[in-house]
């Protein structure tokens, strides 16, 4: 925090201060298991048809439910200008939990969904919301598949300076996305949590600023 230019308030006294801080924590804390990204709507499913003298078999439709990481990646954060819960509510449905308070006289909200595409039992997607409109936003809990477990050698490999492309190439889709948009510095946080090498229970987070890594941590990892 100490970029941030000089304010009468001390600086954990300020609103954005502990979003930035709920965004650290969700990015930090909160694991899932195992994502691949799921496009909205419908997906189908070819199926072959196995001799001439049967009829040929309707193909069969699989329907995405719940939300997708596109629709997550869609879903504009801004103090300014993000988007608001009723907005949400139109392509997201009603909130699972919600919880409201009040900072330097503002109702700020935190609003929880719980149906999530592609995630496992304990996957979610948080929105902070305040003076309506939404500042953080994170989705945690998605199954990714990997070709290979990420090794403590290529964690050793992340550079500060490195951008978000550069790290989704090298390890792959993160298990959990957390972003913050707020005092104009946009932050994210990729954790991943499932296919390490390493000890049960080993994670990797890279936190990164204006899409560039500015720090980086590991427990467990061989």
Partial sequence: MHHLKPIRKPFYQKWWFWLIIVILIIGGLIGGLTGYYYNPGNETAKTTQSSKKKPEKKKTTKKV??????????????EKDGMSLNDLIKFFGKPTTSTTSKVDGVQTKIETWTKIANGNKNSKLIIHFYNDHAVTKALIGLKVSRSKKISLAQYQQIKTGQTTENIIKKLGKPNDYSESSVNGMQMKVLKYTSGLNGDEGATLSVNIANDKVSSKSQTGLK
């Fill in 65 to 78: 439910t719940g939300i997708t990481l596109k629709q997550y990646n869609g879903t504009y954060i801004s």
